[in-house]
């Protein structure tokens, strides 16, 4: 299951205290999004205690994370330095994930198992954030994705090499 996403908080708390505008717009909108996912889906999910297990997790390591950097790093710069390195890592391993697939794709010859709309949606996102962290000059927004802008061009290679097979099933019309 996605849900809530540490990600969008903590991009949402690098940006209220940069003060960036639009990294707290973009994942405000995102925080409030992936809520709404969560409700939908624990609405219609069968294993609701599994759900709401995880999601108290989560919860619970955000407000560790909230009570760390709000009660345990005061100095607002140290903060933002250790707040912008924390979403570093979430950002470059939440890019770094469809590495996972790779082995399989390489090892059945197979890209069934990759989403090329997601690749080309992440290829699209990792550049626009690359840019936007390039002409704030901030490495944290910056510096994390790159993996993406790289794990993107690798599984395009990879649908080039193996590219999807039509249903079989399905024969084209002869017009």
């Known amino acids: 299951m996605r849900g809530l996403h540490p ?4 991009w949402l708390s690098y ?22 996912y969560i409700s939908a889906y624990l609405h219609y999910c069968p294993r609701k205690r599994a759900v709401l297990l995880q999601t ?24 933002l330095q250790q707040l912008g390195l924390f979403c570093s890592v979430f950002t ?22 990759l989403s090329f709309s997601l690749t080309i949606a992440t ?11 390039f002409r ?17 061009f690798i599984r395009l290679w990879l649908f080039w090499k193996y590219p999807q097979e039509q249903d079989r099933n399905y024969r084209l019309l002869q017009t």
């Open 7 to 10: 990600r969008n908080l903590g």
């Open 15 to 36: 940006g209220a205290l940069k003060g960036d505008g639009t990294l707290i717009v973009v994942n405000a909108v995102g925080a409030v999004l992936q809520t709404l």
């Open 56 to 79: 108290a997790t989560l919860l619970g390591v955000l407000l560790l994370g909230y009570g760390y950097f709000g009660l345990l790093v005061p100095d607002p710069e140290a903060r």
């Open 92 to 113: 470059i391993s939440m890019y770094l994930s469809p590495l996972a697939d790779l082995a399989k794709v390489i090892q059945t010859k197979s890209t069934q198992c």
């Open 123 to 133: 290829l699209l996102t990792s550049v626009s954030w690359s840019l936007y962290g």
């Open 136 to 152: 704030l000059r901030d490495p944290y927004i910056m510096v994390p994705n790159f993996p993406g802008i790289l794990t993107s």
